[in-house]
């Protein structure tokens, strides 16, 4: 971020803001590990072998030690009965080195993703997603807050000081990403529009938004006259998309360079959001571990 931003077209560092918030975590690791003898443990439980989710999964290991802690990798095949995944589930809820457990989404279309997050006991449940913190969250209860709008609402942050009374429009209606999104925004004062599938005119409404959240999976859905002058524009969206020259590159769920001609300020992709998922993740681990190891010790 620079100091005095322009009118349009400040760029959202989410690679920095992500590096500065995990070396806070991993000095905060560290200060516990002296506290109590012990280091947080974070397990992925990846089903499938999706090359996408791979990446990512190997990202989070290596992000992970990168903070000091324990990273533990369960790849299992698409295939798997749900039934395993629960039983694999239930040993990593009773293991007390384990204070972390996220399961990769999308599952395979066999298995229910409700009911697999929600078997994560809520205290280890880091991505936020069971009903437990789900729940929390919109009764305004302290509670593990997923990563993704975690990490969108300190990106807002860095722009926008006071976001009391702005219009804060969410596209996508995900239990992942647009509702605790929109939950956040409304604790932090905005006026909260919702946008999804059935929205008659997400052009319109988007419009509206002096902050706009992007999450809907869409390549390049939004376009630079979606977006209210001057707004701060949040691309949630990552996805894989063939060049003219037979390569490939990430895009978002926005059109960056035309978007960037009207907000004011607007993350990228790739260097946005997903860097602060994953730092996001490391601080649910250090919050989730905190009490686990400290009422241990
Ligand atoms: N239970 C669950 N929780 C998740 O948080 C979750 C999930 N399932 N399923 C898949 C999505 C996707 N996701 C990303 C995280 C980091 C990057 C990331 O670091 N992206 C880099 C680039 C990575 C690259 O170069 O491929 C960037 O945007 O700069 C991307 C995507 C988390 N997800």
Known sequence: MTDSPSDVGNIIDGKAIARRLTDRVKAEVEALHDATGATPGLAVVLVGNDPASEVYVRNKALQTHRAGMRSFMHMLPASTPQEEVLDLIRLLNDNPQIHGILVQLPLPA?????????????????????????????????????????????????TLPDLRGLHAVVIGASNLVGKPMAQLLLREGCTVSIGHIHTRDPKGLARQGDILVVATGRSELVRGDWIKPGATVIDVGISRVPTSDGKTKLVGDVVFEEARKVARHITPVPGGVGP??????????LQAARPLLEAAS
Do not use: Q
């Open 110 to 158: 066999h298995m229910d993703p409700v009911v697999v997050t929600n078997a994560i006991r809520p205290e280890k449940d880091v991505d936020g997603l069971g009903a437990v913190n789900a729940g929390r969250l919109s009764l305004g209860i302290d509670g593990i807050v997923p990563c993704t709008p975690l990490g969108c609402l300190m990106l807002i942050r860095e």
């Open 276 to 285: 602060m998922t994953i730092a996001c993740l490391l601080h649910n681990t």
